[in-house]
């Protein structure tokens, strides 16, 4: 059974940062690509981050680079969103999905809200 469960989120102060993590299973994590995307209150959601299966390419949402970092962890199946300076437009759902050549898969979501 496939499996993508974020955790990591939670309520922060402007200017802070937080580390989003999550965690695979049910299929062969470092086949597929693996991508962050958020989604605010009556907003569609939207694409933040991606990484290769290798970790060898990344790319980010113009308004996120300088302060996200995705990265990977084949070894644990685990993907990580490393946020800094966070800013209260950052406050969303977050979550992840595995793309593959033939499927995708998305987690259920994390809740990042930045207030102070």
């Known amino acids: 059974q496939v499996r993508l469960v974020e955790s990591g989120g939670t309520g922060v102060q402007p200017g802070g940062s937080l580390r989003l993590s999550c965690a695979a299973s049910g299929f062969a994590f470092s086949e597929y690509a693996m991508s962050w995307y958020r989604q605010a209150p009556g907003q569609e959601r939207e694409f933040v981050a991606s990484i290769s299966g290798r970790g060898s390419t990344r790319t980010y949402q113009d308004s996120v680079k300088g302060r996200f970092i995705i990265s990977r962890d084949n070894e644990k199946d685990t993907v990580f969103l490393e946020m800094s300076s966070l800013k209260s437009e950052d406050t969303a759902v977050y979550f992840c999905?595995?793309?593959?050549?033939?499927?995708?898969?998305w987690g259920q979501g994390t809740q990042v809200t930045v207030s102070s």
């Open positions: 999905k595995a793309r593959g050549d033939w499927a995708e898969y």
